[in-house]
């Protein structure tokens, strides 16, 4: 506890005196009393694993009426965390927060609380902030709080501001409510404000808690025994998986179904508007479909049009727009207008293929979807830029509707980016609601094939071509990432990547084929050298013939989850591995993987064999795999599945040497798939 005003009976008065001065001092920066039993704890009872726990934590959302048009936003934060263990001296030490150029940070403040009480305040010359990097096009700040004085058992608190920047306005305001590290109390009070449309609402997730209206304008909420969120791998997206808050704007205050039928009327209006038939857009039309007999045929044409001749500005070809082209950007273009122009954003590019279908006859509609690397639709959040904020073109197939997206340039036709798969959609139109979802893709819409002329020597190198090539998402990853690279720099991130995958590899002649073509798939080849692939013990070597997973490791090592699990896209993977072996050496009981099936989610499709003539073993391996976004219940059987991948992943084959005249007379046996 901080030292009293009230005298001890036994107590000095110099005593006294020194602890009138910490106590006026504290006071002075409106430190609160920390509790006895928190200045003794030596773990966190929610989780007495737990290297820390955040004893309380404070966010105030609160606004400053000014001069200008808009109101303030400032967000004050007060946080105090107990360190239990040395593996959290790290971060409570080194204290950094995030935000964006539009806010500053200020009135910072921090100290460490001695389990005697005692403590000691932060100097200025130990906050610093500075701007990091950018993040889709916004700078970012940041502020570090150094605090080297923390050890085990001690406290830290702060309390810092965030001041958005005057006549500036974000739609949504959003608050996780799960750290790295339990939380025991957290209060968060939040005045919302209205800068357009007709007001506001709130949404929550995994709180079990509703939102409550203050004082001042405020609405409250506190939770306690909050559990940290832990980094685990494959984890889905923030917003699915953590609790957290949030207020935003609407354009309307309906609710449920009767919003979204609005929302779906106001977009028809809107696609008919911007979608409208002119010349333009009816001569291209037309001049596209020439020949063309069914409407497959002509949706092709203009799908493949808008990819190639229109220029995306979400991609490296955006390089070819002048400064002024830039700045005339704008995502309310009518169609014939980004006919005109030959570029735009990619919701411009579904618009014009929207109208391009709709000069033909085609019921086509520029529909709105959820992205699942961010949020996964529930209609929980009533707001389209915010529920729904990707633009997709919806095509009636008799009874049903398809999704096509050529604003994504690498994405072939019939298919979607892994974002858009299987995802809630608003179809628009004049009567009904029409929320569905988007098309599921299968596995073999997603390739990534692998193919290596290898071999091994009697030293247990392994060289030889290796080939390489994705369609799909697979390569739709693969050329996002190397769309605005030099061929240098391509060259240079494939071979981090290759590295990472064999540690002690070495690469030459690296080709990159295709990169940034949006019709053709993805090839890259290689000359690969892995010295000591094989181990040599005596006149024996062991090696593991899928080369592509020998230094690969168990993707779910822990033995328990407590997060979602969430794999991003369905694919197949297919491997075709010829290694020749060294002359004198012959299989040694030799054996091969064996296949598997776990239903709705991985089948796994080994087969090994030798070429005798050419002295050859001959692998092959197909792994369809299905997954999506399951429960922590679900983890023993996805942990399981994957683990039997990894150990048959992982099958090896022993060769020995042999003495010349027994090779003469014997021939190696030959492992059946």
Known sequence: MLPSATP???????????????????????????????????ECELDPSAPAEVLYKEIIYDLAEGGSYLPQRIIKYHIRTKIYDQSALDQARRTKFWYYNYYKAASIHARVIKPDSSFIEVEDEDIVTQTESRKNGETLRSTTISIPQVEVGDIVEYKYRKV??????????????????????????????????????????????????????????????????????????????????????????????????????????????????????????????????????KLKAFYDFCRSQLINSYHGEADRLTSDQRDDLNE?????????????????????????????????????????????????????????????????????????????????FGQLDWIHDNVGVLVP??????????????????????????????????????????????????????????????????????????????????????????FKQLKITCQISLPNYAEVVGDRLFFQPNVEQRYAEPEFPSPERKTLIFFD????????????????????????????????????????SFNKTQNKIVYHRTLDFSGDTYPPQAYPIIKKSFDDLFAQDHHSLTLKKIEESAALEEEPPSPQS
């Open 164 to 297: 958005m920047d005057e006549n500036y306005y974000i739609p949504k305001d959003e608050i996780s409510f799960q750290e790295a590290w339990p939380i025991r109390h957290l209060h968060l009070k939040m005045k919302p404000y209205v800068y357009r449309g007709e007001g506001f609402k709130w949404a929550s997730n995994r709180t079990g808690v509703g939102m409550e209206k203050g004082k001042g304008g405020f609405y409250e909420i506190t939770l306690k025994n909050q559990e940290a969120y832990p980094e685990e791998p494959y984890q889905a997206p923030d917003s699915d998986a953590r609790s957290w808050f949030t207020f935003y704007n609407v354009t309307s205050l309906r609710n449920g179904d009767d919003f979204w039928k609005a929302e779906g009327k106001r977009l028809y209006r809107e696609m008919l508007s911007n979608t409208k038939e002119d010349k333009t857009v009816s001569d291209k039309a037309k001049e596209l479909a020439a020949g063309k007999k069914t409407q497959e045929e």
């Open 8 to 42: 001890h009976p036994y107590r000095f008065p110099l005593s006294l005196l020194l602890a009138l001065l910490l106590s006026a001092f504290a006071h002075g920066n409106n430190w609160d009393e920390i509790h006895p039993d928190d200045l003794a704890a030596t």
């Open 429 to 518: 139109d004049k009567k009904e609601l029409i929320l569905i979802k988007t098309q599921a893709a299968k596995p073999e819409d997603n390739k990534a094939k692998a193919h290596a002329d290898l071999e091994l020597s009697e030293k247990g190198h392994l060289s030889g071509t290796l080939t390489l090539t994705a369609e799909g998402n697979h390569g739709l990853t693969f050329k996002q990432i190397m769309d605005e690279r030099s061929e240098s720099e391509r060259k240079e991130v494939l071979e981090k990547a290759l590295s990472e995958m064999w540690p002690n590899g070495e690469f030459e002649d690296i080709v990159i084929e295709n990169a940034d073509d949006p």
């Open 569 to 608: 896209f369905k694919y197949r993977e297919q491997s075709e591995i010829e290694i020749k072996l060294p002359d004198g050496y012959a299989l040694e009981a030799p054996s091969a993987p064996r296949p598997f099936e776990v239903q709705h989610f991985m089948s796994y499709s080994p087969k090994l």
């Open 332 to 412: 309310k273009w009518s169609a014939s207008k980004t006919l005109s122009n030959g570029f735009g954003y990619p919701l411009n590019i579904n618009t014009v293929f929207c109208a391009l279908a709709r000069a033909e006859g085609i019921d086509a509609r520029l529909a709105f979807c959820a992205d699942r690397s961010r949020y996964n639709f529930t209609g929980v959040m009533e707001q389209v830029d915010i529920a729904l904020p990707h633009s997709l073109v919806a095509i009636k197939d008799g009874d049903n509707w398809t999704f096509h997206n050529p604003g994504a340039r690498y994405i072939p």
